[in-house]
């Protein structure tokens, strides 16, 4: 069974840092492509981020660049999402997603996690 | 990248049948074949119920359904239930972001 279990939210005051992880299994991680997708509170889904299998190519939306990393331990089969200088607009859920090499879609999703920015 | 276009909700009776819409450009949902929709539970994760504009996974209700033409995109639900009210999210990969959502459709069945 595929499972994407994401960790390590919580609440960050503004310009602060915070580590996600999502730890997958079910699955040969190593050949997925990797994306992190957020949910601001009430709100509809935003495409974060994304790394290849191997780790080497990575692309970010305008929002977050320069400020997220992701990035990914194909022997831990974890994927990570540094995020830096975290702004009030930052808060959301963030969820790992999973595309398989040449797809287009999101076949599985982990469960989120909430990420709050606030003095 | 601005987000692709939805209705902010539809409803519908059980048994009827709704059509959800999407509307890009031609850099997302016109130009690639490349069009997904997720359904979301309230405090739940995203589910694919449709990739590559019609296609089921394995275990999705045949009730759904997707389509395109030009740079619209379309869900419908056929044979509604009380367990398909949820929000809906459109999603399709693009030229520039890469990739792009909807923002979503919250689905009421009366």
């Known amino acids: 069974e595929v499972q994407l279990v994401e960790s390590g939210g919580g609440l960050v005051q503004p310009g602060g840092s915070l580590r996600l992880s999502c730890a997958a299994s079910?699955?040969?991680?190593?050949?997925?492509?990797m994306h992190w997708v957020r949910q601001a509170p009430g709100k509809g889904l935003v495409w974060v981020s994304r790394?290849?299998?191997?780790?080497?190519?990575?692309s970010y939306a305008d929002s977050v660049k320069g400020r997220f990393t992701i990035s990914r331990d194909n022997a831990k089969n974890t994927l990570y999402l540094q995020m830096n200088s975290l702004r009030a607009e930052d808060t959301a859920v963030y969820y790992c997603?999973?595309?398989?090499?040449?797809?287009?879609?999101?076949?599985?999703w982990g469960q989120g996690t909430l990420v709050t920015v606030s003095s | 990248q601005s987000a692709l276009t939805q209705p902010a909700s539809v409803s519908g009776s059980p048994g009827q049948s709704i059509t959800i819409s999407c509307t890009g450009t031609?850099?997302?949902?016109?130009?690639?074949?490349?069009v997904s929709w997720y359904q979301q539970h309230p405090g739940k994760a995203p589910k694919l119920m449709i990739y590559d504009v019609s296609n089921r996974p394995s275990g999705v209700s045949n009730r759904f359904s997707g389509s395109k033409s030009g740079n619209t995109a379309s869900l419908t639900i056929s044979g509604l239930q009380a367990e398909d009210e949820a929000d809906y999210y459109c999603s399709s990969y693009t030229s520039s972001s890469p990739w792009v959502f909807g923002g979503g459709t919250k689905l009421t069945v009366l």
């Open positions: 997603a999973r595309v398989g090499f040449l797809h287009y879609y999101f076949d599985y």
């Open positions: 790394i290849n299998s191997d780790g080497s190519s990575t």
């Open positions: 031609s850099s997302d949902v016109g130009g690639y074949n490349y």
């Open positions: 079910g699955f040969t991680f190593s050949s997925y492509w």
